[in-house]
């Protein structure tokens, strides 16, 4: 199973509400990675989790907070966002640092986020 | 601070012909990987490709390959025999071996003409 799912594909929010989006692989990868996507843009390093632990934050809002509850799942939680964070959540996962080879990131389909 | 530059914003390719997307890194490290990602309409980035720096050997898989020049940190993307499938955002991203971080180019959207 090289497959990394995201739950909602699609979310419209209001600046007040609180939601959250949700990524799951069965790889058996201890890396997981959230992504920002601007249209017609590269993705954007928002968090790191390597062996469930944050280790990586690029100094992202405090409006978004993360979770890893197991090595299995990972969450992004949203509060008060505003219009500008308006866009594709990217979830990906891969073997952690300290294992060997390339690594690669596999990326699952995307929440597309609308904030009114 | 690694950086990829991707020059070509778009590029077009009839039908059954080869396409060539470039891609240069600039790096002070020895060690590390490069990748090819596609991202069509449908939004899922999907890896095309990988390089390992230490290879000499260039990668291929099936219709694409990769010309990767170490000493010019050059790592283009040769896709033949175009499929209309093939329509769709290429990103090159840059990863050190010891490293989490990819970064990634701007990208080039391909498109591919019946």
């Known amino acids: 199973d090289t497959e990394v799912t995201q739950t909602p594909k699609h979310l419209v929010m209001g600046m007040t509400n609180k939601k959250s989006l949700k990524c799951e692989q069965h790889m058996g990868h201890r890396a997981m990675y959230w992504y920002k996507q601007k249209a017609k843009k590269p993705p954007e390093l928002m968090f790191v989790?390597?062996?469930?632990?944050?280790?990586i934050n690029e100094s992202v809002p405090s409006r978004f907070s993360p979770e890893c509850p197991n090595s299995s799942l990972l969450n992004l939680h949203l509060h008060a966002l505003q219009p500008e964070d308006s866009a594709l959540y990217l979830c990906?996962?891969?073997?952690?640092?300290?294992?060997?080879?390339?690594?690669?990131?596999?990326f699952g389909p995307g929440t597309r986020l609308t904030v009114l | 601070a690694q950086t990829v530059t991707q020059s070509q914003p778009e590029m077009s390719v009839q039908e059954a012909e080869t396409v060539t997307l470039s891609c240069t890194y600039d790096t002070s490290e020895s060690d590390y990987y490069l990748f090819w990602y596609k991202q069509p309409p449908s939004r899922q980035m999907i890896l095309v490709i990988r390089?390992?720096?230490?290879?000499?050997q260039n990668a291929t898989e099936n219709r694409f390959s990769v010309n990767f020049q170490k000493a010019a940190k050059s790592f283009s993307l040769k896709i033949s025999d175009s499929q209309l499938g093939d329509a769709a955002m290429y990103f090159c991203a840059y990863r050190s071996a010891g490293g989490s971080r990819l970064t990634f180019g701007e990208g080039t959207q391909l498109t591919v003409n019946p």
């Open positions: 989790y390597s062996y469930e632990k944050l280790s």
């Open positions: 390089q390992e720096a230490y290879k000499q």
């Open positions: 990906a996962s891969s073997r952690p640092g300290l294992a060997g080879g390339p690594r690669e990131q596999f």
